[in-house]
T-cell receptor, first 113, second 112 residues
């Protein structure tokens, strides 16, 4: 739905390890976003990118890193510096327009123990 | 104050009922508004955009009140399949950033 794919669906890691979540889209959209969802909270923006080779920090970027080397790909790395990495991560893409909604991938549920 | 606030609910209603959700936003410069639906453990999906003049899609009606800075979603003749979390979403600024702010969601449970 929306041509955006996240993988894997479930991911388990040991504390102290970096982990990279994949997000790919085939709609030729400029903008891509990473959100985190925790129980009882709305989605919070981690990073976003409006064009290849450029990205901006969102509201909770600490402990995360991204890259945008290709238009269709926007991987998110959860580093060992992220204090509470266990969460549901959603990738979205869209057109760079203020009145344009986003389309989401299916999400990756990351559990760090 | 949160940028986008919703009553988390849950709203428990019988089938056939009419239910309304409200959402308030703090940034008066916000220009675009949406309602998303999220089913348990799944990604949010766009339900409808909210236009200044109000808009309707079947049993769903969305309205915007800029003066009071709130948007609403009305669901008529509730179905069991309407049970989900409804997310209010607001574009946070006036520029072309496409950066959206999500409310925490309002949970609806429709019962037989």
């Amino acid at each position: 739905d929306g041509g955006i794919t996240q993988s894997p669906k479930y991911l388990f890691r040991k504390e102290g390890q970096n982990v990279t979540l994949s997000c790919e889209q085939n709609l030729n959209h400029d903008a891509m976003y990473w959100y985190r969802q925790d129980p009882g909270q709305g989605l919070r923006l981690i990073y976003y990118s409006q064009i290849v080779n450029d990205f901006q920090k969102g509201d909770i970027a600490e402990g995360y890193s991204v890259s945008r080397e290709k238009k269709e790909s926007f991987p998110l790395t959860v580093t060992s510096a992220q204090k509470n990495p266990t969460a549901f991560y959603l990738c979205a893409d869209g057109v760079c327009s203020y009145n344009s909604p986003l389309h989401f991938g299916n999400g990756t549920r990351l559990t760090v123990t | 104050r949160k940028e986008v606030e919703q009553d988390p609910g849950p709203f428990n209603v019988p089938e056939g009922a009419t239910v309304a959700f409200n959402c308030t936003y703090s940034n008066s410069a916000s220009q675009s508004f949406f309602w998303y639906r999220q089913d348990c453990r799944k990604e949010p999906k766009l339900l409808m955009s909210v236009y200044s003049s109000g808009n309707e899609d079947g049993r769903f009606t969305a309205q915007l009140n800029r003066a009071s800075q709130y948007i609403s979603l009305l669901i008529r003749d509730s179905k069991l399949s309407d049970s989900a979390t409804y997310l209010c979403v607001v574009n946070s600024g006036s520029s072309n950033t496409g950066k959206l702010i999500f409310g925490q969601g309002t949970t609806l449970q429709v019962k037989p």
